[in-house]
Structure formats: C-alpha cells, structure tokens
C-alpha cells in the first residue's frame, strides 16, 4: 500500500464516520476527505505535476495541508513540508536543493517565501484558498506505486550546519503508522488532537497518517496556543493528546489540575522528557506520560514507552519489526548500562538524504541508522536517552552530558525550565553554563542552584555561570535550540 492508499481504505471502511475537524468547526467526514483529495488532485495535475515531482507545502497546520498532502500522494506528487517559521532565505536554500516545481502557500506566512527568482524550479505559487479556486480536473483516485518510492521529504531542522533532506519512502510511512496504531491501541473511537506542527515528522505522520490510518478523527489545531488547546481537548473530548516537553511544562505551572478526563493516552516527544516533570505530572493526574523516541531519519517512530510496563525515564523499547542497539566509538555493542551511540535497524529508517549520498552513506552504515544520541539498555531491555553526541561538554577531558546536569537544575522547586551547554573556558577547553527560566512569581540565586547540583552531581558537572533568561530558544517542535544558547556565551 502506499500513502495515499491509507486515505482510500479509511474512506471505504469508516466512510461516514468523522475524519477531520479543522479552524472554524470545518469538517469532513473519510468519504469527503478523499473524494476533495481526488478534486484536488487533479488540479494539481491540470498544473502539470506528474509522478515524482516535489511540491512545497508552505502551510500551517490547516485542512489545506491535509488535503493537498493527500491529493499529492494520489499522483505521487512528494509533499515537501517546509517550515513556515522558516525565513526566506532558509526556505531558498531547500528550495534550491529539493528543487519543487510548485509550492501552496498561506496568506499569513506567505511573506515568508523567497522572491521567485530565488526558486527558480518553481512554476507555481499558489496560496491555498487561490489552488481550492482552480477550475478542476478529472478526480484522480491513487496511483499503484512502488513502495519504495519517496513518500514525503522532510528537511531536518538543522541544529548544527545546514539542513538535509529527509527520503522517506511509502514502506517507510505506511509501516510507521500501522506500527503506531498497533502500539497506541488506536481505534476508530479515537480524537487525536494536533497543535504540533504538521510540517514536521512528529505532527505528520505520527499524527496524521496514524489517526489516518485508524479510521480515527484528527482535530487540527494552527499551532499551540494553551487556552484554545484546553478547550479544544474539552469540546471534542479528545482521546490521544500528542505533546512535547515544552507543553507538559507549562501545564504543570497552571495553579490547578486541568479536565483531562477523555484523554486515555497523554504522549511526548521530540525531545526527553525531564524525569522531575514526569513524577510531578504522575502525582498531579494519576496516569505516566508515554514517551516515543525517534528521528525524523526513522518516519519518526523507533522505540515507545509501553504496552507493558512504563519505566519512567525510559523511551522503552523497540517498536514492532524495528531493532535497536547500543555501540562504542569503533561501533561495537557495549553491555547493558554502559552508554553509547544508539542505532537503529528497521523499515521505518529512510531511504536516505535527497541529493546527499555522502551524508546518507555517513548516518546509515551496515543498514543501521546512526542515530547521534548517547544513551543505554538496560537489562530489561529498555533504552534511556542521555544526550545528542555533539552537545557533550568536555571539561578538561572529563564528559559531561547537560541533561545529567538540567535533571539536577529540574528538582528545584523554582525552576520551570533548564538547559545547560558547553561554552569556552582557557584553562580547561570548555566550562559548563546552565541558562534557566524560573517559574512565575519565584526567585532563586544562581548560588543556590549551584548548590544544589553539588550536591547530586560531581565537581567538574556544577556549573561555572547560572544565567536566567525569560525563555529558552526553541524550533517550532519544542526542541531547545543549544547552538543559539552557545551564541549567548
């Protein structure tokens, strides 16, 4: 089956049932998704797109991202999800690599997008409300494609040098999102609600493709506003609440417990979850956080957090058909509790790097994703998640992984929010520096906290400086952008 074929099954097995609410109550049910998927797909071939073209969708979350997506799949047309934070000159620097031959826009960020010269494959720029406007095309129902094909390309948000482009293939999709709905439990019951972004793998295919592929409703929000999401969560009594640490922070800082009682699953991702915040939210709702693990390079499931047992800390263990393990620097598997680079072999790792066959040779080796993050097994079988390899701090020739360190900073009572990084020392290479957000209305001395971490963590861990700072830089996932903290000194 290929993407779009995910699509086509709901719609002849839940035809009425509902599939989509979006901005202003819009919705669809599975038989109206796919027959203005269809409608829409063959305006998209009157433009000329054929198999294999890549189109920018330049969208926020929205149903005009759901439907073009699909209406895409159905030609195998290659969605390209561009970042709608992005500025103009980084969506010309994917443009002049993926090299898409149309792009659909939005009327709030199409300001966003380079002048045409600057995208010189594109023919069409088109905002959505203009392409839904198009006269139409014969209704295109999907074409039997190779699963192998590339499904979507997703670049990566580039924390360090310039962003790739991720090749996830049909195979890559659709296993991913049968292995989600299968580790979920989810049935056509469900109301997953997104307000991560859709552009991203997470919100996309985590999200999107999964519910899809359920039967399940998909309620779509533009982006994370708390107040609308809260309501949003009541209105529709949601099931699954999809969230990254940022969210679950937040929530836990209001002054009282919020109705979650129609949430049967709450689910973080993109980055670890502090442990504090996973015991605080324990103690507060009476249900864990389930963690999922994973990259975008893995469509993005690889590892959950349990059908079983939850261990908290843990990201879990492998999902179905995915295996993983823990390697040295010469990539040999190390014993259980000791830490390495984490590896992943499976169908849901892509097909490799668009146009980049040396990266793509560098990240996949022997047919094992090389991840970039330190972490560990333990004997259970469960994996624990350290830190990214190349935000390790060396002092003096000692390691230090900054999340030991932020875990520490997290137990502090007025703490909100820590992210600890490396930044230049003379004497010894580099010196640990922890940046903080206190919670509102709380007040601590950088004194005291370094106190407190010398008290958990050995000498050369204890950061040198404690700078509090009103928020931490973050892309649009959640993800503490370090290399901007580093620019901080």
Partial sequence: MNVAGLLEQAARWHADRPALIAAGEQRWTYRELDAACSVLAGRLARLGLQAGDRIGLHLPNSAEFVLTYYAAQKLGVIPLSLNVTYAAEEIAYIAGDATPKAVITAAAVAGNLPPRDRMPSVTHVLPAEEFAALPGGEPRRALDLDREA???????SATTGRPKGVMLSHANVVSNAYATVHHLRMTPEDRGLCAVPMFHCFGQNFVMNALVTAGALLVVQPRFVPDQFLGAVARHRVTLLYGVPTMYILFLSMDKPLDFSSIRIFFSAAATLPTDVERRWQERYGRPVAQGYGLTECSPFAAWNHDVQVRPGSVGTPIENVEMRVV?????EVPDGELGEVLIKGPNVMKGYFGNPQATAEAIRDGWLHSGDIGYRDAGGYYYLVDRVKDMINVAGFKVFPREVEEVLYRHEAVKEAAVVGVPDPVRGEAVKAFVVLQEGRTVT????????????????????VAFIGALPKNPTGKILKKELRKLG
């Fill in 328 to 332: 040295d620097e010469e990539g040999r």
């Fill in 150 to 156: 590339t499904a979507a390309i997703l670049y990566t």
């Fill in 446 to 465: 950088p004194e005291a906290l370094r106190e407190v971490c010398r008290g958990a963590v050995a000498a050369y861990k204890v950061p040198e400086q």
